[in-house]
């Protein structure tokens, strides 16, 4: 069967990170993990790259902007994003779930997979996996789990 990043970045946050953010600084019992898990060590290197990119690029916390400047997709981003997708970015803008800078970081790591499209639930994964790694997003962590597992969705603020 072919895995993508994205299925080996579930595994690892459903089975590893959702608990300690710190396990993935020691990657070799992680890699042994997956591979005995079923996934190539290929693949798990793009996940590990993935999550590197996520860590270099990771932005500072501003002030959430109302009104602001409207992000226009281009190109591959308008063949990987559906507007389903990008409906859910602007939404979450809106809401102050996430930022301008957050917005770019979740675009980046969609694009960095290796999936040709992605889907919504694909895109809320990834949203929450941005949102964990973000320093002070933790309601806004807290609100997109609830999001994923439908739970009751608290307000934000």
């Known amino acids: 069967m072919k895995e993508s990043i994205l299925d ?10 959702a608990d300690d953010a710190d396990t993935l600084r020691d ?12 996934f190539t060590p290929a693949e798990i290197a793009k996940a590990f790259d993935w999550l590197d990119g996520l860590a270099q690029q990771r932005p500072s916390a ?11 997709f281009h190109g591959p981003e308008l063949d990987k ?29 969609a694009m960095a997979l290796d999936q040709d499209e992605l889907d919504l639930d694909d895109l809320k ?4 996996m941005v949102l964990f790694t ?23 603020h």
């Open 125 to 128: 994964w990834v949203v929450l």
């Open 81 to 109: 994003l559906d507007v389903e997708c990008r409906g859910f970015l602007a939404f979450l803008e809106q809401q102050g779930v996430i930022d301008a800078a957050q917005r770019e970081l979740v675009v980046d790591r």
């Open 8 to 17: 080996v970045l579930l595994y690892l946050f459903e089975h590893y990170i």
């Open 27 to 38: 990657r070799d019992p992680l890699q042994a993990g997956l591979i005995e898990a079923g």
């Open 134 to 156: 973000q320093p002070g997003a933790e309601a806004a962590y807290a609100w997109m789990e609830t999001q994923m597992f439908g739970e009751e969705p608290e307000p934000v």
């Open 62 to 72: 501003g002030e959430p902007r109302c009104n602001g400047p409207v992000r226009v």
